[in-house]
């Protein structure tokens, strides 16, 4: 069984939530990334979520579009990342090796390197799904059906503004799980959301029976509690990337368990809010 569908079985039994943390691959350098998602793993995140850098990022706000750049810049490619990510399954935990990964990647590098090429080599590289923002759904199934030839999930993204026969739509053409963004606009903390995100997800639940992960200004344990009872998995990106970028000067070590730490913080928020 795919790890996604297990984790997600796993937590229904248990009555919990997904808390699944977005990191850029290559931001500062790749050791520090496998580090990172070792370090998550560790501190209670359940799905990490990889982005790919790329120069003209999708829907990212400046927070995550900086780190794409930053990657970029020190000659990070998609081989290396997906080397990094074999090696770390490899040679990780029983705990990482039970731990899904998924790719955010951009059509465009999908096309670049070829379906074909990339489905293969994130399959063997330990992915166990993709994202892929810029993926019109009137082009996603033939995607969908090459990667799940391959034992790979792919998720796609609801917004607040995609019409309700579009969502159902996306819905029948996603797998793993749908991706809730929760605000219309870019990635990046907010201190609130939107009043209509819990009736929007609401509806949602009646076309599917997908899990439902909500992603885009969440960054806080009170965030996190807000949104448990109505999510079956939490996305946490900018507020960790942030995080990194601003201690790029500090011992690696000392970040990373900071870092670390921050995640365990939302973990164990998530852990103590009701689940309905």
């Known amino acids: 069984m795919n790890r ?13 939530r997904a808390l699944m943390p977005f990191v850029t691959a290559g931001d500062p350098d790749l050791a520090t990334t496998a580090l990172l998602i070792s370090e998550l793993i560790q501190r209670g ?3 990490i979520e990889v982005g790919i850098p790329y120069s003209d990022p999708i829907a990212d706000g400046p927070v995550i579009a900086a780190s794409y750049h930053r990657a ?24 990482l090796n039970a731990t899904p990964l998924v790719s955010m990647v951009s059509y465009s590098i999908i096309h670049r390197l070829g379906v074909e ?35 790979l999930k792919l998720i796609q993204l609801i917004t607040p503004t995609t019409p309700r026969d579009r969502a159902v739509e996306i819905a029948r ?31 949602l ?34 507020a960790l990337v942030r995080r990194l970028a601003e201690a790029v000067n500090r011992p690696r070590v000392e ?5 670390g730490q921050f995640i365990g913080e939302l973990a164990g928020a998530l852990r103590d809010a009701p689940t309905s």
């Not at 990339?118 to 009137?138: F, K, Q, W």
Request: proline share 4%; net charge negative; charged share 25%.
């Open 4 to 16: 996604i569908d297990s984790l997600f079985s796993r937590l229904k039994n248990d009555q919990r």
């Open 45 to 47: 995140a359940d799905l």
């Open 72 to 95: 970029l810049e020190r000659g990070v490619k998609v081989a290396h990342i997906f080397q990094t990510l074999r090696t770390l399954r490899a040679e990780g935990s029983k705990e």
């Open 117 to 151: 090429r990339y489905l293969n080599e994130a399959a063997t590289a330990g992915l166990d799904g993709l994202i892929v923002p810029d993926l019109p759904v009137e082009e996603s199934e033939s995607l969908m059906n090459k990667a799940t030839m391959r034992g």
């Open 173 to 203: 053409l996603t797998t793993g799980f749908l991706y809730y963004v929760s605000v219309a606009g870019i990635t990046g903390e907010r201190k609130s959301l939107p009043a209509d995100l819990v009736d929007n997800v609401a509806w």
């Open 205 to 238: 639940r009646t076309q599917t029976d997908l899990p439902i992960c909500i992603g885009f200004g969440i960054g806080s344990p009170e965030q996190v509690k807000e949104l448990a009872p109505v999510a079956d998995g939490l996305i946490v990106g900018s």
């Open 255 to 259: 970040v990373i368990k900071e870092i």
